[in-house]
């Protein structure tokens, strides 16, 4: 996914362009695509087959515009495209899938497991677990520092949501399948359809397991929080229970680990590793900028609810409206130099975590995992070197990397 300086769009066919392929983001361009998008046509629709397409907004504001209109472009119809043109079953259930008032009563009581407490008592097992596994960096062989930020991930959201630590690694696999079943690395014989089904179903029977356990000891993490949460006056049914934890479970383990790898190897390739390292005073702008640069998550979708109008084009009832938020990050009508890392960035109104009522609720959380890593580099590293093949994931939802094989040099004392 190459991304320098400056970006030359011009040759860019509009009329050829896929924005559904998941291999567009593992092999292709995605920037120089939405670069063409944004420069020729901001609001663009895409003809899927038939019977169905969607709309792609890549400018900023609009965006931003149709993340907080939330009475216009509704959620719970599906907010991502592997379900255009489905109903999706979670739709006012799930928080991700529902529109206020309803996804109010379920966010509010959640958010008091995503404060800092919540992750400032795990802080020194979280950190023991980061070192354990940049450890290897120093050895001949190195370490694919992407693996390496998939199990970071699962330890914070294992921490948070007190899931055994043995079940990490296989919750990771699964995680990973349910948001990049077309990959080649994680796709089933039996093609993309059945590797989702089979994610969703191993975890949605995982959850189930643990769900019942909590219920008969409930603690003070988020799932005994959903067990004893009301909405409309009553508590949540047990398949509304696990959809959740599915949900916040998917959330904090896709996204945090792909800023992570982004980030990281542009530090190295830009040699901005040893500046950003060397001006502690930078971390809290370096870190946004590690989010706008990743924007792990390259895509949400709405569904109209009436017909409207962006920048002039009609948009009528019932259509898909997709966002895409890498390419927001990106607008140079927001952000000067969008294609420089820029460690001292301010202002930086990046919508990493999305915008609206459904920003991310683990946004603090991510934030203090990222400031967690960055620290224990910095502290022990001089620097790094990039020893093999950099490959991209394989999904039109996240935008991140499965394999950056490096060797580290300790830092010295």
């Known amino acids: 996914m190459p991304d320098t300086n400056v970006i030359d769009s011009s040759h860019v066919n509009i009329a050829e362009v896929n924005l559904l392929d998941p291999l567009l983001y593992s092999h292709g361009e995605p920037h120089v695509i939405w670069d063409a998008l944004r ?63 309803r996804h109010t009563q379920i966010r509010r009581p959640l958010q008091r497991g995503f404060n800092h407490n919540s992750i400032d008592k795990h802080e020194d097992q979280i950190r023991a677990e980061i070192r354990r596994l940049l450890s290897p960096c120093l050895e001949p062989g190195g370490v694919d520092f992407a693996r390496a930020m998939f199990a970071m991930s699962i330890a914070v959201a294992g921490c948070i949501l007190e899931l055994p630590e043995e079940d990490w690694p296989m919750l990771t696999r699964l995680t990973t399948m349910a948001i990049a079943p077309d990959d080649e690395e994680y796709v089933l014989q039996e093609g993309s359809a059945a590797t989702l089904q089979r994610a969703h179903r191993e975890l949605f029977a995982y959850f189930q397991d643990i769900v019942g356990q909590r219920r008969r000891s409930p603690g003070e993490d988020l799932i005994s929080i959903l067990l004893n949460l009301e909405v409309d006056g009553a508590k949540m049914d047990m398949g509304t229970v696990i959809s959740n934890c599915y949900s916040i479970l998917l959330g904090g383990t896709v996204t945090t680990p792909h800023a992570a790898s982004v980030s990281f190897l542009e530090l190295i390739r830009t040699d901005l590793y040893g500046e950003f390292a060397a001006h502690p005073e930078c971390m809290d702008s ?57 460690i001292r960035r301010t202002p930086n109104p990046h919508i990493a975590f999305g915008s609206g009522a459904h920003h991310c609720i683990g946004h603090k959380t991510a934030k203090q995992t990222m400031n967690m890593l960055y620290e224990e580099l910095f502290a022990n590293y001089e620097g790094f070197e990039i020893t093999g093949p950099i490959e991209y994931l394989g999904s039109n939802f996240i935008s991140g990397l499965k394999h950056l094989p490096i060797r580290g040099y300790l830092r010295k004392s």
């Open 286 to 342: 370096g870190l946004e900028e590690v989010l706008r640069w990743s924007s792990p998550a390259s895509h949400f979708m709405r569904y109209a609810t009436r017909d409207t109008e962006i920048r002039g084009t009609r948009i009528k009832e019932g259509e898909a409206v997709v966002v895409w938020l890498g390419s927001a990050n990106r607008d140079s009508d927001i952000f000067t130099d969008p294609y420089t890392f820029d």
């Open 39 to 101: 420069r020729q046509a901001p609001v663009h629709w895409q003809q899927v087959n038939d019977d169905i397409g969607f709309w792609s907004i890549t400018k900023y504001k609009d965006v931003v515009q149709v993340l907080k209109d939330y009475d216009t472009f509704t959620s719970e119809r599906g907010s991502l495209l592997n379900l255009l043109g489905k109903k999706d079953p979670a739709g006012g259930k799930q928080m991700a899938v529902t529109d206020p008032p």
